[in-house]
């Protein structure tokens, strides 16, 4: 029985087009908490989301000591594959937050077979800094729509 729940909320979360994942990132003591957002490929261009080909968008929010990677890449088939935070960490010495994202396989043997079309998701990283916000942030992004982007706080 607790299988059949478990199934289902993760069927309901998957399928809303919206996958939340949070936390915080051990070991680094300048990190307070992350939260990233993927969007399913049909995310609304108003929002401010770069396209799959474009460079990754970054923004700084000094009140609330918050960096917002804001972008969108390739992943593979829309039936077995999602966009993915491999990687976020910062570096006290260059004061520098670097990001990666991927996609990852989410298939598994009671999903069936994959679809064979090639699907982008959009994402969004909020970083949230226990102290200060960083001099420096990279973003790369993995995959058949690999790109970096390297962006100084103004």
Do not use: H
């Amino acid at each position: 029985m607790k299988r059949r729940v478990f199934l289902s909320v993760t069927a309901l979360a998957l399928g809303s087009g919206c996958l939340n994942i949070g936390g915080t990132a051990e070991g680094f003591d300048s990190i307070a908490d992350y939260e990233f957002t993927i969007y399913e490929s049909s995310f609304d261009r108003t929002t401010n989301f770069p396209g799959p080909t474009e460079q990754p968008i970054v923004s700084f929010k000094p009140e609330s000591k918050q960096v917002i990677v804001r972008g969108a890449l390739f992943v593979g088939s829309s039936t077995c594959n999602k966009a993915d935070l491999k990687d976020v960490s910062y570096s006290e010495t260059s004061q520098t937050l670097t990001v990666k994202v991927g996609s990852t396989d989410t298939s598994s043997w009671f999903s069936g077979s994959c679809t064979g079309d090639e699907s982008a998701d959009a994402y969004r990283l909020v970083v949230t800094m226990k102290e200060q916000l960083p001099t420096t942030v990279r973003v790369k992004q993995t995959g058949s729509s690999a790109k970096s982007v390297t962006v100084r706080r103004p």
